[in-house]
Structure formats: structure tokens, C-alpha cells
């Protein structure tokens, strides 16, 4: 291991959440966090890649005019920066320096430029560090310390995996790094933040908090208290809370509408809601049925009660009745089967939606990943709604969620009940997900290879599944396609592995 | 202009309609091909680009084991083309070529390979010819046949400036150039087929038909009569009836049913689909509320018998009654103003989706694109469906579509009212579609302007169009991005032109 070189050298981490296509909002914000920067005594602040479009803009950057408008925007930065350099990322255009008076800017091979600051050598870079490339140079890398400015979309077990190459390539060049995340949701994914500063020796001197936005100082060479470190389970709960309150701040909604089941689905989506926007700004509906079994009404009831938020009963049994007497009488049709199911679950959803449309609620809709994947939920049914936190969490996650809810809150916030009792759409009599679905921990098991492991269907029968489970797996993932093409946006947790490292 | 150069070579143009991802199933249809061409004399089959895959497998071709299937599956080609040269394109290795006992095939820098076949020089490319790349090499290409291999998604008005690239290559280079299209609907595109052959002077020697599978055989340097050209409308017609067969059959759908309200777009999208699966398969709705003027009830029923369709009227008054009645008694809510108008809308959508799992039949949705980039229409209410014809067809074109129905059939199977009548939602008395939206030939240019031509906000209005009302274009357009991120899949017409081109 190297020895610390003392670099006195004072650098801002801007963790910055910005709006995708706010450019003109998100702009106001970095020199807000420039002048908050030289306040606290920085040479240098560095904000992440995308700072001024914001991560989701993808479109937009493509759009005529965009990139004539964030360098003029980024000249307002240059102009709010003087005493103090500033670094961020830009999709279209690289890495933007404004050097100050104190630096100065030289072109590089594997950097975008180098920043020559108070005698030390700044290289920038835009977007994970390449192992292989940075590897070539190792120890004659040529400069003292990497500025990295990512937007890295959060994704379950991530985080270990970028610091265990933050720190090679700290060793191995025998350099210091500074790495910038975004923070917040946006356009689809979320960010964790927790920017850090490792030092040549790969050791972590400075870590910013997960899932908060702002500036941090740190002076280069120091060792400051890390923050507590989360677990894996907390980490997840955070993130969808962020996702979800950013989704509704960035797109204008004050208020929440979830339908509540009284099943861990629609209970664990309504306390992130609760705890995302404030559980005065949530409103929960039960929508019984004859179905309906009064433990589930109950534990509607009791959920709301112990989220403190809006709870209001609207049966929908004499509309369904409706719909089938209309159905019978006018088309000869008896509904029945899968249709009769699909039907009471729609009518559930139009209710929502003509809350949503008279209010201005946003409809939170309640549905995980297990469930999307194979499709066993409805089209225009509880598949609807303006986002859906939990779209991308496996269903043996959604337990581990509301564990964690009741164990945070100490006493059961989530009504035991919730948790224990056997799952069921409640849209026949007696009805079981197990009639239908593997149990839940083999299904995730299974989807997990086949998904996200990209594993074959013989692989995974060969790593001890039966085959008829795995087979009938895949075709239910297949015909459901068409399902999750209309389904409402979410935010990536597990997805997003592959795509993020 | 060079003089044309006599090579006895017959070539097969395998214009072929896979299906996305049933690479066992194109093979089969590749090897009956290769068949059909042996006997007919071929001494070389030409194949689309993406043969085996289909052109929307490529989510399919990132996944383990699909590239080893698709060689496995070729080596099955090679096996049945004793006698004959074949060449198919794939998106994962290039150009395959089986040689046959008479070619042999070289290595080349512009091309991926070229085949040497009784004396002449073809050489294979995958994609578009770059007019840039080839013009470097302009009489000196060293080959004497271009086989030019594409998976191109139509769109209106691309065929001409496709004609006018391969005169010019053929006519710069002097050679002759055989392009291969695949043709039918799939992933959400359309292909037009229409391959064709020029000599070196630049002339059209050959051309296969539009939207139509089959194996044509041609003698390079001889010239056939050329199929009668189509109007653009009638090509656009042709495109919107193969991807709705094409849709519903890969699909494994037989029937069809559509909400009639008497509107000129479900008229529209009726008449698409019987022509493209046969009345006997299409079921029309009619779903009137007391809003419904009886014009338009009429004009649906009309509709109906025209096209020869099973038609049913199912009013929808008591079941929105039984809603409003709920709503008012159980939330204490009034639902009115676009609260009431989408509700009705929903349970259009519901008694659709009830007939769709009850009896297997697709729900067809009937928005056009004008609609839907400002977001007038109804999330889960009139987007609902599995496929949307013509969601990519500005209003100003359904017009011209219907006249051509018209036209073709010599009375109007679209009765004449609804051609003429003023466009309304009929979700509020006395409803106009004005009242939201500028007139349709006004609200298309300014889409056409801010979206396909992407200029800026200001150019539009500098190009003399109202900033009140181009700016309130742009504002619905932003504000319905979350619906249309929910729409039902269709066929891009207009909006692939610059993907394509």
C-alpha cells in the first residue's frame, strides 16, 4: 500500500438531485451549491455526470437546441464560480471544467482533461472507471487525484461492487479518487448518492450519506467519520422512498390514491407513500366485494389507522353487479372465469382513477415484480396507476420490507395478519396464489435465474428445479409481455444490475 | 451512363415475412424457399437482413444460446441448398453465405464478403449502402453485383429516397445492385417487401410487389414489367391492414372486436381490420350513453352492415349510473367535468376487456397519432386494447384513409356522415373537439413541425403559426407523455422516418 500524500487540497462533493429537463431549475441549484462550496473554504466542487439535464433527459439531449442550451446555461455556472473551480458531467458534451483563477486545464488520452489546481493534478472522468484501461497506466497514471462523475442508477448489492474497484484502482495507480453520484429519482431509475473520497492508499476517508442531497466539504489528506452504514434490506427501503417522492414532486402531484387489499402489497406500498410524502397527503380505498373476507377489510382499516393517513370504504359490489346484468341482458354473455376476476379488479381501478381525475391524486398502483413477470395481475386493473414503487421488488423482498417497517416502528405497523396470512387476488371464492404460482421463494428463485442470471431453461431445470415449474414459468413470462408493456413506470432495484455495472 | 453488362445469372429474391423470434419456424419457411428458387432455376437466393431472428427478436438475440441456435439453424439451410447459392443477413454475425458447389467466397473491405458465383462478383452487404462509404470507391468497388440485404421499417415517403440512393450507387459505381427487404408486420414495425434490382445505368430492371411474400426469380440483365405503382395513401393502407393480420396472427389471435362509436377513427380501424382478417372475425360495439346523439349510433350500426362485421350495442348508462350513484353515496363525491368523461371511457374499456377474456378476442383500440401526442383520449378508457392500428396516423391522414375506402370500394362503406361530421369525443353534451384542440389540418402541422421536423418552439411560430397555440401544443404534448408511455403497441408509419432513413 502507498503512503497518503497530504494534499491540501479542499474539495466540495455537490450530490446533487436534479430534474430531468429542468435545466434552467437544476442550473439555479448547482450555483446555489458553488456558493455554499466557497462559503465552506472549497478550491474545487464536483458534481455529478448529467448535473444540468438531469439523468432521465435522454430524449431531450437529442432534441434541437438542448446542447446550445445547457452550454449557455453551464457559462451562468462559469459566471457564479469565481474563486473556485467547479467540475460536472455533461452526456453530450464530456466533462465541463470552469478552471477558476487559481487553475488551469490541459487536454489527456484516457481523461477528458486534466485540472491543475494548487499544485495538484485533477483528472476527470465522466462515467465508471474503466479497470482495464486505468490498469495500463497503473503507478505512471500522471496525476494525483481522479475526479469520477457518474450517475450510476441504484441497483441492489451495487455499492460493494464499486468500492471494491474504487479502491483497486486507488491502489493500483497509487492515486486518490474522488467519485461524485447523483442522488434522488429520476426518469425511471434512482440514485444513492454516497460520493466518496478514497485515498491513494484505498482506504475510504470521506463517504457522503446515501439517499441525501447536498454539499459536503471534505479536505483531501483528512479522515472524517464515515456514516453509519445501512443494511441491504434499509438501503432498498430508502430508495424506493426516494423514487417515490421524487416521482410525485418532479411530476407536480401533492397526493397520493393507493387501493388498499389489505394484503403486504398495497400495505407496504401505502407506508412508502406514508413515509415518501407524509401520511396526511395519502388517501387509502378499500374496494370490498362479496369476495372480500372481512379479516381483509379489517386489516385495510387497521393499516390506515396506524399510517395515520385517509381511509375510505367503497364497495363495488352493486356496480359489478351491474356490469354483469348489463353484459347478460344486452350480449347474452355470462361473464365468469377470468373475466368476471379481471372485471372486478377494472372496476376497482376506475374508482381510483376518477378519484385521481376529480382530486389530482396520483394513483400509486401496488404491484411487484414476481407477479409482473409471470402476469398475474390485470391490465387496467391493479396494473393502473401514475407510478409504482414496488414494480421491481421480488415478492419475498416485499415480506423483508414490511419486516423491516414493523421492526423500524417497533410494534406492527403492518398488521401482523398482513404478513402471515396465505396471499390471494381475492377476485373468486377461496381463491390461492399458490393455485396458480409456484410458492413465492421458488418462483423468485426461478425468475432470478432466468431473468436477471440470463440462465436457459435447462440450466435451471438442471440446477434442481422441476421442469413443468420451470416451463410453465417461462411461458407465463413470455404471454405476459404484452402486460408489462402498458404497465405504469417504476423505478429499477434488481433490473437495473446488469445495465448499472 | 455505362452500357449494361449481360451476366446469365438468375437470382431469387426470398422476400420474407419471419415471424420474431420463431427462428425454427423461419427456417422452415427459409428452406421451402431455397426449394421453390432450385426449381425455378435460381442460381442464387437472396434473404432479408434478420431472416432467422425476425426483426423485432432483438431483445431475443442478446439472450445465451440464441446465436448458437440461429448457426445451428443455418447449418439446417446449408444442408438444403444443394445447387444453390443463399445468402440471408443476421443481426448477431453479419452476412451468412452458403456457397453452394459453384461460388466461392472471399474476405473484403467494404463488403462483408464476396461471392463468386459462375464469373460474377457479388458482393454481400447487411444494412443501408452508405452512399459516402461506396462513392470512395466509386468504379473501382471491384465487384460487379451488389446483394444488399435490409430489415428496413417502412415509413411514408422513404421508398423514393431509397429508389433515388440505389440509382445513384449503381450509376456512380457501375454496378448492378439486388436489395432484399423482408416484408410484414412485426415488433411494432411494418415492412414493405418491394425489393428490387437495377442494372449498373441506374435502371430498375426488377421490382417485387409491396406487402407481398414470396420467392421472385430474375435474370440479372433481362427487364420484366414492373407491378403498377401505388399511391401513397394506398401503400399506407396496405401497410396498416398487413401489421394488423400480421399482429393478431403472430399473436395467435383469429378475432377482433372494436368499440363503434360512430367517429371516423373506430370507423377507420374497423374497416382495416376486416379487410385484414375478414369480417366474419371482427366484432364491432357499440357502447351508447345518453350522451350518444343517434346520428352516431346510426352511423356505427351502418358501419357494421357495410363491412359485413357481427355488430352489438350494449348502452352503458346504467352501469355509469350505478358508479355516479356509489361515488356520491360512499366517498361523498360528485364525480363531473373529466372525471365523468373518462369514467364513461373506462367502461367502454371494461366491457371490451370483459368480451376479450371471455371469448379470446383482441381489443383493437382506435386512437390516431394526433390525439395521442396532445393527450386527448382516455389512459385505460379508449387506449385500452392489444393493438392500435392506427395510433400512428396523424387525423389529418385517417381522413384521407377513409376517402380512399371509399374510392376503392366505389360507395361509401364509411358512410359519408361520418366523414363530414364535426370530430367529437361524445363525453360531454355538446362536445367538439375544437373546443380543446385547434383544427386537425393546423394541430398536424405544428406536430408534424415540433415533432418529426424537431424544430424549436420559436421556429414554429416564427414559420407563422400563434404562440398561444403552438405553446399550448408543446404543454399537452410534455403533460401526456405518462399516457402514451401506457399506450397499447401499434405500427410506426410516420414516426420511423428518421430511425429508417
Redesign the interface.
Known sequence: MGDVIFMPLTVAIGQLNPAAGDLAGNVRKICSFVATAREGGADLIIFPDRAITGYGGVDLVN???VVEEELLLFEEVRGASEGISVILGSERMGSLVSEGSEGDVQAHDLFDCILNLKGVRVGVLRGELSVDEVSRYGQGLGVDLIANLVARPFSVGGRGRVMDRLTWVAMECGVGVVQVNMVGGDGGFVFDGGSSVIDPGGVVEFAAPQFVEGVFIHTIGSKTELPPSLSEIEVVYDALLIATRDYLQK?GFKRAVVGLSGGIDSSLTATICADAIGPGNVTGVSMPSEITSSESREDALLLAENLGIEF?????T??FN??L???RE??G?R?????EE??QS??R???L???S??FGHLVVATGNRSESLVGYCT??GDM?G?FAPISDVPKTMVYRLAELVNETAGFERIPGRVILKEPSAELRVGQRDTEALPPYHVLDEILKALIDE???VEEVIDSGYESEIVLDVIRRVRESE?KR?????GVKIVSSIKEAL
Chains 1, 2 share one sequence.
Open positions: 432534441r434541437q437546441g411530476n375510505r370504504e367503497i364497495p363495488i352493486t356496480i351491474e356490469y346484468r348489463t353484459l344486452e350480449f354473455m361473464v365468469g372465469g377470468v373475466a379481471n372485471l377494472r372496476i381501478a376506475n374508482i382513477m376518477a378519484i381525475n376529480r391490465l387496467y393502473a401514475g440470463k440462465k436457459s404484452f408493456r402498458q404497465a405504469p413506470p
